[in-house]
């Protein structure tokens, strides 16, 4: 006589995996993204609108290389600052209003988890910052004269650069949008570091005009880092002489941004929130 025995694989369910529902879940950040044409557009334009207005007012050669405007200096940093309002604002603003409507609280019964939830707001910020970047890049060559690099070299510095930054600066604007007691408060909130930064890292003010303590305090963070990086692609290296450190720092550069990644993840798992404060 035989006997029919199920194995212990026939009554279980496997689950998806955390990188499957962050992609199902990038996926749908796009579409939502997509479907806000008005956010599109200022998303897109915002970084390229300040770039050239800055172009415009600041056209002469930068100091030390007649062959770079300090137009097209400012172009290249305003990559950074692409990168921190996407990142960092927008989606430090939209989990807020995600915690503050309901959308995070419907998520946690759901297979996504928290770093699932994480994966899917890189995706959406990789993409869109890709948008932006190459809006700042066709300014920069239409109407200020950047040549585009033709080392591979070059390339694969921003590619690294991009990506590290990408992810740090999600990661900060997720584990910030806890400092937000409402969603009306984080635009305020989180648009007043983001702003400071820019100044006292070399992206709206050329580095030769700040001061040295606001350069040293813009080393610990990295935004500096980014507009610094930005710059070695797109520009001669005869320009890394007006930089604080006289060099392009790539490995430093590398390792700042790969700190501030895992710091960033840390932060995030500690204080990140389904819920709103009120809620709890």
């Not at 956010?39 to 056209?59: E, H, K, N, Q, R």
């Not at 950047?146 to 999600?170: M, N, Y």
């Not at 006289?246 to 990140?272: I, P, R």
């Amino acid at each position: 006589m035989t006997a029919a025995t199920a194995g212990p694989s026939s009554s279980t369910v496997r689950l998806p995996s955390t990188l499957r529902v962050g992609l199902a879940r990038g996926a749908v950040e796009l579409k939502q993204f997509f479907r806000q044409r008005d956010a599109v557009v200022f998303t897109f334009a915002f970084p390229a609108f300040i770039a050239l207005m800055l172009g415009l007012i600041f056209d002469e050669p930068a100091h030390g290389a007649s062959d770079v405007s300090i137009s097209q200096v400012f172009v290249v940093g305003m990559i950074a600052y692409g990168i921190v309002s996407t990142a960092f604002i927008s989606v430090g603003v939209g989990i807020a209003l995600d915690r503050e409507d309901g959308t995070l609280k419907r998520l946690r019964g759901t297979p996504a988890t928290a770093v699932a939830y994480f994966l899917g707001k890189i995706c959406l910020v990789a993409v869109s910052t890709v948008g932006g970047i190459a809006l700042l890049l066709a300014v920069g060559v239409l109407l200020f004269g950047l040549r585009l690099p033709t080392d591979p070299a070059r390339w694969l510095t921003f590619g690294w650069l991009l990506a590290l930054s990408v992810v740090a600066c999600t990661l900060l604007g997720i584990a910030a949008s806890a400092l937000a007691r409402s969603a009306k408060s984080a635009p305020a909130v989180l648009n007043l570091p983001a702003i400071a930064l820019q100044f006292v890292s070399g992206i709206f003010v050329l580095n030769d005009a700040l001061p040295d303590g606001m350069l040293t305090v813009a080393s610990f963070f990295p935004v500096k880092w980014m507009g610094q990086g930005f710059r070695s692609v797109f520009l001669p290296d005869s320009m890394m002489a007006q930089e604080a450190a006289g060099s392009w720092e790539h490995g430093t550069t590398a390792l700042v941004l790969a700190a501030w990644c895992v710091g960033g993840l840390l932060v995030c798992l500690l204080t990140f929130r389904w819920t709103g404060r009120e809620s709890r």
